[in-house]
């Protein structure tokens, strides 16, 4: 962080309730809300980070507006993926008379030390052709929602 920034953030616990109403109107373009000054000086703070540093990634804003939608009553919940193995799972999967061993990893799986994002792209390097990863791992069956080759 750099020292201007870290400095102007720094000073903001000792400024005047007044002086921080002002900064909020400058950094927002809105009025202050009607909270205390602990709210404005940590709300202040974070302001001045976001405009030096950049925001939250769009995928974060997307998931939080899920969060509060979902808060609200306006959004059902996302069902839990029940195909994903736990992560440091092991599949086990015999094709052409090789056993291929794949492990679950937290961001994708693992097939012959290099890691792949999904079970489809492990399945394709191991047939050559494209294939429904759950299905050819014994995941789904064939016919169930997304089956098929």
């Given at each position: 962080m750099s020292t201007a920034i870290l400095t102007q953030v720094a000073a903001l616990p000792t400024l005047a309730t007044p002086r921080l109403k002002a900064m909020?109107?400058?950094?927002?373009?809105?009025?202050?809300?009607?909270?205390?000054?602990?709210?404005?000086?940590k709300r202040l703070a974070y302001r001045i980070q976001e405009l030096a540093f950049g925001g939250l990634s769009v995928k974060a804003e997307r998931r939080l507006d899920d969060l509060v939608e979902e808060l609200d009553g306006k959004k059902k919940p996302k069902p839990k993926?029940?195909?994903?193995?736990?992560?440091?799972?092991?599949?086990i999967r015999e094709w052409q008379g090789v056993l291929h061993e794949v492990t679950a990893l937290a961001d994708g799986f693992e097939w012959q030390g290099r890691r792949y994002q999904s079970l489809s792209a492990v399945a394709r390097?191991?047939?050559?052709?494209?294939?429904?990863?759950?299905?050819?791992?014994?995941?789904?069956?064939?016919?169930?929602?997304?089956?098929?080759?």
């Open positions: 909020w109107r400058e950094l927002t373009g809105t009025e202050p809300p009607p909270y205390n000054r602990t709210f404005l000086v993926d029940m195909t994903a193995p736990v992560v440091g799972t092991k599949l390097a191991i047939t050559g052709t494209r294939w429904n990863g759950p299905l050819f791992f014994g995941l789904r069956k064939h016919g169930a929602l997304g089956g098929g080759r």
